[in-house]
């Protein structure tokens, strides 16, 4: 859990570095992904504990014994949520991009110094 938790961060860092630094558009894009992916990896290194079982109960399962031995499912289920918010930000950041591209033909920041406030 711990080795996942340091990996997250590191991912999460790396990206925001690629967002901070780089010039290029689809640089920047490629490092949201990335920072975005280094989040879930914390939201679901956090929310898992070792020795804990998947929250399905059966016939085998006694409820009042479960409630100890099952993982809480919504660490997972915000991480499946924010997978697809992360995916339709992005397709729309790369959307934007390719506009970009076509009006200017180039994917620099530099070029768009008329665009900023």
């Excluded at 992916?37 to 059966?58: F, K, Q, R, S």
């Amino acid at each position: 859990m711990t080795i996942a938790i340091i990996i997250g961060f590191v991912l999460f860092f790396f990206g925001l570095f690629a967002v901070l630094t780089r010039k290029n558009l689809i640089k920047m894009i490629i490092g949201f992904s990335i920072m975005n992916n280094g989040v879930h990896l914390i939201m679901v290194a956090i929310g898992y504990i070792e020795g804990n079982t998947a929250p399905i109960l059966d016939k085998h399962h006694i409820r009042r014994e479960a409630v100890q031995m099952v993982v809480d499912p919504i660490p997972s289920a915000l991480v499946l949520t924010a997978i697809v918010i992360g995916l339709a930000v992005t397709s729309l950041m790369l959307a934007y991009a390719v506009m970009l591209y076509r009006k200017r033909k180039s994917l620099s920041i530099d070029d768009y110094e008329d665009l900023k406030c």
